[in-house]
């Protein structure tokens, strides 16, 4: 079975530029988590979708950050604009539907933002 | 002050020594305890959940939880340098899913 996946695995960007960052989950998965990891710092919470729906978005930064999941299926989040501060490693985790299954949160590789 | 307090390290040990890991936490409505161990370049992968208190034993791996010192507690049994990678504490309220991480402990055992 396929894990979780990200794409790209790195990326460079000016400040002021757009990026689009995507996870694929584990197929069946209904819940699917957006995490960030700035360096230093732990890693902290942005939102959880399940299925299509956010059910909860509060560690969300704020509104240059839009995280989408057309279909419950794959999600992406996008910044727009870039500031300096959203470098950082972005990651995503799945798992599957009901309370217990939801605390086995599966994480992929993650997506090394650089914003210069 | 930090939902979750952890010990950064690092910590070196030599190859079958007990590690101990740790993490204390300000929140008490946490009822689910996450440890993860992550490898270089790598997205965190779950070792163990436990629920409120007590312990948890898979291998050679146990998880300790008393929530009355607001304390929780991985150990490793015969520790081998593939063991060797950084341990994060995550934690959560039984209602909702958010995590909440320590900062990491990183581990070396020497052969």
């Known amino acids: 079975e396929a894990g979780v996946t990200q794409f790209p695995s790195h990326s460079v960007i000016e400040k002021g530029q757009t990026v689009t960052l995507r996870c694929d989950p584990i197929?069946?998965?209904?819940?699917l988590y957006w995490y960030r990891r700035v360096m230093g710092k732990e890693i902290k919470f942005l939102l959880h979708?399940?299925?299509?729906?956010?059910?909860?978005e509060s560690g969300m930064p704020n509104n240059r950050f839009l995280a989408e999941r057309t279909g419950g299926t794959y999600s992406t989040l996008k910044v727009q604009p870039a500031e300096l501060e959203d470098s950082g490693v972005y990651f995503c985790?799945?798992?599957?539907?009901?309370?217990?299954?939801?605390?086995?949160?599966?994480f992929g590789p993650g997506t090394r933002l650089t914003v210069t | 002050q930090k939902e979750v307090e952890q010990d950064p390290g690092p910590l070196s040990v030599p190859e079958g020594a007990i590690v101990s890991l740790n993490c204390t936490y300000s929140n008490s409505a946490f009822q689910y305890f996450m440890w993860y161990r992550q490898y270089s370049r790598k997205g965190p992968e779950l070792l163990m959940y436990t629920y409120s208190s007590g312990n948890k034993e898979d291998g050679r791996f146990t998880a300790q939880v008393d929530k009355s010192s607001k304390y929780i507690s991985l150990f490793i049994r015969d520790s081998q340098p593939s063991d060797s990678a950084t341990y994060l504490c995550a934690m959560s309220v039984v209602t909702g899913n958010q995590f909440y991480f320590g900062t990491g402990t990183s581990l070396t055992v020497i052969p």
């Open positions: 197929s069946g998965h209904d819940n």
């Open positions: 979708f399940v299925k299509e729906s956010k059910q909860d």
């Open positions: 985790a799945s798992s599957q539907r009901g309370v217990l299954a939801s605390y086995e949160q599966y």
